[in-house]
């Protein structure tokens, strides 16, 4: 299968990466891979299905596998302005905190609306592991300069062992 995605892989990487398509409601087929990268996945889920689909990949994880979630990582209410900034749109860079915090709720609204579903913060996402399975060790999240989504990670951690330090660089807890 080709795809825009395998296409931006670099040469080097090929043999390391591969795409596929997959029912994430049913057990993940590939087992004992480093890393399961989901995109914007979970955003049109309610908590009950983001846990199933969590599930669904705990027999094939091997220990220290990581789950990396693309998606939106909304910042507290009145908080994190630049965030809100970047994922509302340029638009806003001169409006106030509260017209910030009301696109916040806007965007929660318009997800419970649409597909039952609700925008998440950090403490959200780190609930949505924990509900999965307490072996998913939440290490945080990160959003590079000038991007709207995050990268969300977690490592399926049955021993406890891994903690913040293991975190992507200039994530947030």
């Known amino acids: 299968m080709s795809t825009r995605a395998e296409a931006g892989i670099p040469e080097e990487l090929r043999s390391r990466a591969s795409f596929m398509p997959y029912d994430f409601f049913t057990p993940q087929p590939v087992r004992g891979a480093d890393v399961y990268l989901f995109h914007w ?3 049109g889920w ?3 299905y983001g846990v199933r689909i969590l599930r669904s990949q705990i027999p094939a994880l ?3 596998a990581r789950i990396l979630i693309n998606e939106w990582c909304l910042p507290e209410p ?6 809100m900034r970047a994922l509302c749109g340029e638009s806003l860079l ?3 905190t509260e017209n910030l915090t ?7 609204l318009l997800m419970l609306t649409v597909v039952n579903s609700n925008e998440r913060d950090l403490d959200m996402w780190r609930e949505l592991f924990n509900k999965a ?3 998913f060790a939440f290490l945080g999240a990160s959003q590079p300069e000038g991007c709207r ?3 969300i990670e977690t490592v399926w951690d049955q021993d406890k062992e891994f903690s913040e330090k293991d975190a992507l660089p200039g994530a947030l807890f």
């Open 62 to 64: 091997k220990k220290g």
């Open 46 to 48: 309610s908590d009950e």
């Open 41 to 43: 996945i979970f955003h």
């Open 133 to 135: 399975d307490p072996n």
């Open 149 to 151: 989504m995050w990268t």
């Open 94 to 96: 001169s409006t106030s």
């Open 78 to 83: 009145g908080g994190m302005v630049d965030g």
């Open 102 to 108: 009301r696109c916040r709720s806007t965007m929660d």
